[in-house]
């Protein structure tokens, strides 16, 4: 058990690639926590996928004991949080675990949005800050600049702040001892109730769920039974330890303390992040605040593209769900791609992480839908349902009213492609509500936007319309009213649910044109005419023909040529790409995935 | 069986043929003569005297061949096999080299009874594209002196979709071809064969085909001009007025056994195939040491299922559906049910009778269905393991 005073807990916010994991490497380098043998590039981003993206998923905890110049012994707890909005609720949670952050700003770079974002939830739980500055070995590092902007954009002193390069370990060592100098210690009455919040869960299959917790009150010991409050379930601790960085087993935490239990919880569900461990036996009279159930905000039909694949679908899907309460599916059938699921997610990082790990941890192929959201209709009755797929969406004589979600979106842009950005955003359907400077020649632009426009191709377009300058932010604030219409696909006259969208309905006409047209280009010639058109309820309003096949015949077929021209159906027959049935043709899975594909090209 | 005996000689080599020909010397003629005799020889020891339903003379050129030559052919075979009375018995020829002589009167006298005649254009530029050695004049004659001569089937080869060709163009010739009163007509859609010469000329660009649409209208509109003058469409390339369908042909669609003859002759005999090498002198050594016929390979069931499929559909009557189950022991309709209903519904297949045959639509883009009913095959196959 470590003195309250001697222990800091603090995280790293940084935004992708500025370094965060580096840095946390060098940490753990320079302490001696991780020797030079079981060296790995960025030691805490265990997935595979968090390694090769560079970006964090889940959180960790590593406790790090460190002897300060002032010759006492300390114990850092380094909680890495995600970096990404889609993850917006774990960081938060992570954060309310700590009492500090380092604020790690590329120094050849500057202050992006998400970083911002982060920082305000951090000053948000009365964060200290320590700014770094990272890559200043680097001949593009413009350390002045980079210092104003935190000055203005956040108003921290950067004077002070430590300038490293952690990919060579330059003054680490100074950000160690900014950590134990400038970060508060915890506070807290060991003495007291049990009172620990869960800031991270996942399954283990040998030990059942862990969970990672911080001590705010109490102690803690093995053996003890436990409660969780916002299930009232009660488990006995069966292991008891921290991270450091293997799991090391405790006898006891206390307040200020960061940690792992095990307690044959079987179920992710029922150790929610955020969530408050008390003692059975003398429980907390109230909850740490600021609990919710997070609710995925994107979803889309996951198909296996080859239907035997279905039942290792459904598998993969029940694994990746062990360890992520936030990801929800449901079996779904669709006509065009047989069976499948409806999956939930976050968001749309979230939703890419999950399908590459379907494809590659369980080497499926997958076809998935657009990316819809959650629609609100107000039926004749009076009713609103919610609607997550745009083939459900009920009958516009049934409808009184349509919502859709709206995001405040932050968008940070160097100022010559405010234009650019401003243009987007109007394409959008945006409503602006705030543009200020940043620093001479930074924008924060702020606008309200249909959650939709985001997940159909906002980001790709934001990318391209800044040359990758710009970065965002954006969080759901409510759902408005809104003239949308259900846009149907249909090939030879039948509709493909699959292909089914939502979009509004002055863009219904261009939309619905640019697919047909794309499905059109990508249908290779048919045996018989195929006829793509784009339809709102009965009324056509986009129309692409493609003309059949015309020739392909064997003139002459004798004794002496079949087994030539047997050989060379054969083959041909190779060449054919793996087709998926919809309406009454077969489609090469190419011009299904690119009718998708959203956005222009 | 069917009897195939390949007579490799050709006057001149046509720009477009892939077929295997040489112009002979006499030196050449005789040495193949004498190892066809003993090739005939050897088969008829091996496989005994059995029962011959057509006799078919191709090539080259058999009209190359000096009549007699054909004589002695012909009696060899006959007192070989067992070739059936009323035998159809026919030879290739071309125009020019038919009307020389009494030549026609002595194959004729000989057992030849249908003559088939490479005409392949009546039109003088067309024919000089394609490198032919005759002129449409001799072949008018040539149709002529066949029908005097006693020859009662005769059928024309025509070539179409040629370099320069239009649709209009192609109808006139078939109005000009039905004037001439063939019995059969064989018209082929021009393919561009792997090294010839008008391979390379097409892809230097030298000659240009017709459109794809056009060739289309031509296969669609040039069949059925042919149906309202009397001629069946009964496979692909293949038209014939009532009672003068090709037998030995058929016979091939219709997964008969036949024994090839000659240097590069294939035979299939009980689901064995082989080929005689192409070189007429390793052909006669073949001959000679008696290793002829000694390289045959099994046909799997696959392999002859897809046959089938192939070769059934090439025919206006089709595939016949009990067929398959003989083979395979399953349904044809179940297991290729979906691309069975939209082939159908796109009028691009018919089913009657029992049988499933490809409409004139389908069989223009008979390659890709037959593709397409292989791939299906694979994966039943990999449902079955």
Redesign the interface.
Known sequence: MAKLDHIRNFSIIAHIDHGKSTLADRILEITGLVGERDQREQYLDRMELERERGITIKAQAVRIPYKAKDGEEYVLNLIDTPGHVDFGYEVSRSLAACEGALLVVDSTQGVEAQTLANVYLALDHDHEIVPVLNKIDLPSADVDRVSSEIEESIGLDAEEAVGVSAKTGLNVDQVLEAIVERLPAPQGDKDAPLKALIFDSWYDSYQGVIVMFRIIDGTVKKGDKIRLMATGKEYDITRLGVFSPEMVEMKELAAGEVGFLCATIKELGDAKVGDTITLASNPSSEAIPGFKEVQPMVFCGLYPSDSQDYENLKYALEKLQLNDAAFQYEAETSQALGFGFRCGFLGLLHMEIIQERIEREFNIDLIATAPSVIYKVMTADGVTHEVDNPAKLPDPSKTEALYEPFVRCEIHVPDEYVGNVLKLCEEKRGIQKDMKYLTTNRVIITYELPFAEIVYDFFDKLKSYTKGYASMDYEIVDYREANLVKLDMLINGDPVDALATIVHKDKAYYHGRAVALKLKRSIPRQ???VVVQAAIGQKIIARERNA?????????????D??R??KL??K??EG?KRMK?MG???LPQEAFLAALKIGDD | MLLYLHVPFCRSKCGYCAFHSQVPNDDAMQVYLDAVMREIALWGDRLGNVPVETVFLGGGTPSMLPARAIDALLNRLSKTFAVKQGAEISMEANPESVVRDTFLYDIHAAGINRLSLGVQSLNRDLLHILGRPHTAKQAVVAVEQARKNGFGNINLDFIWGLPGQSLGNWLKELKSIVKLKPDHISCYSLSIEENTPFEKAHDDGTIELPSDDDQSKMFLYGAEFLELQGYAHYEISNFARMGYQCRHNLGYWEGADYLGLGPSAVSTVNSRRWSNVKDLNTYVQHVESGEIGNNTEALTPHERMQELIMLRLRTARGLRLAAYKELTGRTFMEDFRPMITALHQHGLIKIRNGYLNLTKRGMLVSNTIIENLFDAMDRLQGLKC
Do not use: D, F, H, M
Request: with cysteine.
């Open positions: 045996l018989y005419e059949p096949l015309r020739k392909n015949v064997t003139a002459k077929c004798y004794g002496g079949i087994s021209k047997r159906l054969e041909q027959k054919k049935r009454n043709i077969e």
